[in-house]
């Protein structure tokens, strides 16, 4: 049983990376990672100035204490913390998710972890939590997180503008969807390269 204090629960075991319910320790290492301005420019898809990209982290900070069990925490086979994806289960009939990645340091990036994690996220979510698809956004600058979402099956939907409520800058993102059955099939010949034997 998962306990938010006392311990956490893995979700999924990759081959170099798992994925975990979060735990009150992973507190400090989101503060921590929450400083470091080009990794959460990207993940917010921002290009501001570092008083407004922190003034955001902390909104974000605040958001996961809230809802912690919408959470994972990715770690290392050693369960040291590397990442953490964020979703929301939404829709009555046809259920569906949203989700964002961010890993929390520029060493954790570009080694094959964030599409080793999606897979095994999205394993979880169309076989256990019998999701229909995926969506999420990102910025169109974020080539590399395009690339990697791409390799998990997820296809581009198209591009569109939001207004940033806090600055009145305009973001340009790309929503991006991954289908069950579409996943379902990348699976088939991608299991024995991201999960544990
Ligand atoms: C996005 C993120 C989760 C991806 O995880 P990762 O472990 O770095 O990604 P991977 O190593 O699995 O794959 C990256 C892919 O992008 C490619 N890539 C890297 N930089 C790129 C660039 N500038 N343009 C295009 N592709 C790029 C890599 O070559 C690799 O593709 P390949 O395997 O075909 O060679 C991670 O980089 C991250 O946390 N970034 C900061 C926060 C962020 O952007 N979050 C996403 C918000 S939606």
């Not at 590397?82 to 569906?96: A, D, E, P, Q, W």
């Amino acid at each position: 049983m998962w306990n938010f204090f006392t311990g956490s629960k893995i979700i999924a075991k990759g081959k170099n990376v798992n994925i975990r319910t979060v735990n009150i320790f992973d507190y400090k290492f989101f503060a921590k990672w929450f400083n470091n301005i080009e990794i959460m420019g990207n993940a917010f898809g921002i290009i501001a100035d570092d008083k407004y990209v922190l003034k955001v982290s902390k909104e974000y900070l605040k958001e996961i204490t809230d809802t912690p069990s919408n959470t994972f925490t990715i770690v290392s086979k050693t369960n040291r913390q590397l990442g953490v994806i964020r979703f929301s289960i939404k829709g009555t009939n046809t259920l569906y998710a949203t989700l964002g990645i961010l890993f929390g340091e520029n060493r954790f990036l570009g080694k094959g972890y964030g599409t080793e994690a999606m897979f095994l996220v999205l394993e979880y979510f169309f076989s256990k939590r019998q999701l229909s698809y995926i969506e999420l956004d990102t910025a169109v600058f974020n080539e590399r997180a395009q690339r990697t979402f791409k390799k998990c099956g997820f296809k581009d939907m198209g591009e569109f503008q939001e207004v940033d409520y806090r600055t009145g800058n305009i973001l340009y993102k790309v929503l991006m969807r991954v289908e069950k059955d579409t996943f379902l099939n990348l699976l088939e010949t991608y299991k024995s390269r991201y999960f544990e034997d």
